[in-house]
């Protein structure tokens, strides 16, 4: 039932326009590579961040377009991958967008991200993970970020957590950023 409500929230919303956020990047995406594979992406941040990092399963092309709402017809490729365990949320999504989609694929998974902040079935542990997440966009890639490892030890202070997670967000996008500037 949560799942059909999540994907009733993201289609309203994608027939709607709601959820449209730019990413606030200013560049073209003639200042971005447009050769490097997004599996190659995704690997990447994994090896930069090491043991913190958490999503090590691949999500398959039906999740993407079931939850995330991102269907195959939108993109040349997309590699995704959210942890095993299903009580973390830690997940990393690069799509590789046609370029006639990339607007659509930003929104698709902001609408995702919207409506898992709205999602009061969290984990206290996740809250922040998911308060933290990032879509941003590099040329025709469109990425969705929302890592964090372990909180554990931080769990007193939400402001902490937000801080940790947004951080981690930071360096992904940056190993990302990094791999696809010319």
Not at 44 to 58: C, I, K, Q, R, S
Not at 69 to 80: C, F, H, K, N, T
């Amino acid at each position: 039932m949560k799942r059909k409500g999540i994907i009733l929230i993201m289609a309203i919303s994608l027939l709607m326009g709601c959820g449209k956020k730019d990413s606030g990047a200013e560049s073209s995406a003639a200042d971005y590579r447009n050769d490097v594979s997004a599996q190659a992406l995704v690997e990447a941040v994994a090896a930069d961040l090491g043991e913190d990092y958490w999503a090590n399963m691949e999500i398959p092309a039906e999740y993407l377009s079931d939850i995330y709402g991102v269907s195959a017809d939108m993109y040349e490729e997309a590699y995704a991958q959210m942890p095993m365990i299903s009580t973390n949320v830690d997940t990393l999504i690069v799509v590789k967008a046609n370029e006639e989609y990339v607007e659509d694929v930003q929104n698709a998974l902001n609408t995702y991200k919207e409506a898992m902040a709205q999602d009061t079935f969290q984990y206290p542990v996740n809250v922040p993970k998911i308060q933290a997440s990032q879509v941003e966009t590099f040329g025709n890639y469109v990425c969705f970020v929302q890592l964090g490892a372990d909180m554990g030890g931080e769990m007193d202070d939400e402001e902490v957590m937000i801080k940790a997670c947004q951080e981690m967000n930071g360096q992904a996008l940056a190993v990302i950023e990094g791999e696809l500037t010319k």
